[in-house]
């Protein structure tokens, strides 16, 4: 069965180079990515940029080299984008060399981490832009005295936890282990401990970054540069520089925690929505749950409740008793474990095409009317959706809304509606992408507050600059042109220079 399938796509691999003209190229993608052929107009060289480029040390990969296609593979394969030149830079120099050339070029720079966006702006968002990939900034030095940790901005969550783990420290980061803490931390950060120490920017206590006019900037804190320092904790992925590193505070581990799963079948759904908003009031901040629906389709459980409790099983049962009494539901398992254990059981999720709206929803929560409304969508949709809803509150609460560019505070919860599209043609695609789109209007403005949440960037949401940012939007626009007046970092939903 997959030998035919080899054999059919090797022939159809055959069938295309033949066909092909040689100054295009296309490229069989992954199961559920769609096939890849990359404009011909990219791959005629940049004039001068090689050139310029010729005295860095770092790995550069240009249309047409071999490896040109894996370098633009991005988690959301839902389109793909063509940047004229993809650098590995693994030092200071070599980055400051490579935003003189575009300076001098006037090509638009992005930088990229994990290339986990969800608009995938790691690559430009855009064909034609100069990506600068900070994977090789991956340092994690940990300092067991003061209890900060120097991070690089190209490592994954998942090497981060690993070694502050063998150091006996957590940081708060999230659930999907492969994301880049460059474009993570950045945007807020909600994870596994948010409600315990807030989100992940929360944290942050310094950076580190190159600007567009080339200079490093060392100390990026709340004294020095202290308007930028304010701009990259909540707009940090949004055009300001390339990052190279972050300070981070960390915390010790517990020495057990616990995986807590509640479930609910279809008819507790409703029960399980209006019995969150009483006990999320009073809920402990060891427990960052997660609670999701999810489309009727022959399962049992539709409604879940999921989350890692820093704690005993004795103690998160008794965290989690109001609701047990209140709800009643058909399935509940705590399962204790090292915190190590908890971290590395994450699912792992393979790049796929999707679309993911975000919403922020203040107490008392979602109506029924809202609840019903939702319900109604993925359950009708043809593309598998389901809705993620974050709690927030305890230590989220705890940093004033002016004390960073992220001001989601005093929320409930944030909800993620994510729609995978993989396995469906386009046409069917396009028409799960259009009822989405049109959810999504509806619901934002009958069941949800103004703002959406930055990291879950969703480019056909209009005015995102104030949605994302609130107040701030002014603030953060005056920041980025006192340090990128050129708009070099550039991009559908960058912070622009000016008002338009
Ligand atoms: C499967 C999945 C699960 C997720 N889970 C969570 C979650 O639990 N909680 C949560 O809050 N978010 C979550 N996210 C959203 C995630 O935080 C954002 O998509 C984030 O921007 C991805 O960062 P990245 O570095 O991997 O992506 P990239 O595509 O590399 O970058 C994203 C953005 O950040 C910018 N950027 C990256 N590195 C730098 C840098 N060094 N300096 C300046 N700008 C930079 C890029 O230019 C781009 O605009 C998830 C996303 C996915 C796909
Ligand atoms: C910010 O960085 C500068 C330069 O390294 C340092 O002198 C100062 O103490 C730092 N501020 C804080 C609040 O840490
Ligand atoms: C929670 O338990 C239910 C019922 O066994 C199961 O279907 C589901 O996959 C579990 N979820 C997690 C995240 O473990
Ligand atoms: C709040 O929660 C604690 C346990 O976490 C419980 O003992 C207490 O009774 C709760 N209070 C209210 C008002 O529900
Ligand atoms: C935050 O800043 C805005 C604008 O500067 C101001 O109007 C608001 O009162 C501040 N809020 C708090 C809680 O300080
Ligand atoms: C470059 O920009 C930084 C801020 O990003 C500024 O401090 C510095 O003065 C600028 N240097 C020059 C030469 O313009």
Redesign the pocket.
Known sequence: MSLSLDIKFFLLFLLIIQVTPLNTRTFLDDVGCEIVQYPPEILGPVPHLKECLSTINSLVVYPGDPNYYESIK???CRYSYFPVVIIYVTNILDIQLSIYCANTLKIPV?????????E???NGGRNGVMVID?KEFNQVSIDKETNTAIIG??NRLIHIYRKLNQAGFLFPA???LL??????A??????FVARKYGM?SDNVISAE?VTANGSFLSSINSTHHSDLFFALRGA???G?????SFTFKIYPIPPIVTAINISYVSEQVDLLFMSIAKVAKNLSDKLTPDIRILSENDRLYIGSFYGVFLGSAEEAKSAVNELIELTEPAFTKFVELSWEEAVEKSPR?ERQPFKSTSYVIAPPGLSREGLKFLRNFINNIECTTKALFYLMGGAINKFSVNSSAFMHRDSLYMLQMAMHLEGHNKEVQDKCFEKHLQFSQEFRAKYAIYFS?Q???DRNLQNWETRYYGHHFPRLVETKRKYDPNNLFN?AQSIPIKFS
Do not use: D, K, L
């Open positions: 991005t988690f959301n992005t930088a990229r981490s994990g290339g986990h966006s969800f995938e702006y790691g900070v901005a190209g999230g659930t999907c994301v880049g803490i460059g474009g993570y950045t945007g807020g950060g909600y994870g992940s970054m940090g992925n949004a300001y520089g390339i990052i190279t999720f949440y990291n879950y960037i991009w």
